[in-house]
């Protein structure tokens, strides 16, 4: 069995800086669309980053200039640093991946996610 798990999240003043986790445990033989999503309150699920066993690739416009995406493949963990956070930040943060545990890969596996909450 395999799952992603999120921590890191907590409330923070705005202009703060939290650091986000996500690791993969169990039987981990590769991650592949590893991304970060969040989903502010009364609001739809977004797209925050992307990133590859190459570095990251996307990030929404929203964010471009104060997070950073990054993942260590040695440890199966994404991280999602984040930077000048705003009121407008506050969301559940959730992780994504598709996990192959050498025998079957399991799509779109979710985490449970961390809330994270910018006062002003």
């Known amino acids: 069995q395999v799952q992603l798990v999120e921590s890191g999240g907590g409330l923070v003043q705005a202009g703060g800086s939290l650091r986000l986790s996500c690791a993969a445990s169990g039987r981990i033989f590769e991650l592949e669309g590893m991304a970060w999503h969040r989903q502010p309150p009364g609001r739809e699920r977004e797209l925050v980053a992307t990133?590859?066993?190459?570095?990251?690739?996307d990030y929404a416009d929203s964010v471009k200039g104060r997070f950073t995406v990054s993942r260590d493949n040695a440890k199966n963990t994404m991280y999602l640093e984040m930077k000048e956070l705003k009121p407008e930040d506050t969301a559940v943060y959730y992780c994504?991946?598709?996990?192959?545990?050498?025998?079957?890969?399991?799509?779109?596996?979710w985490g449970q996610g961390t809330q994270v909450t910018v006062s002003s």
């Open positions: 994504r991946g598709d996990i192959y545990d050498g025998q079957l890969w399991y799509r779109d596996q």
């Open positions: 990133v590859t066993s190459d570095g990251p690739i």
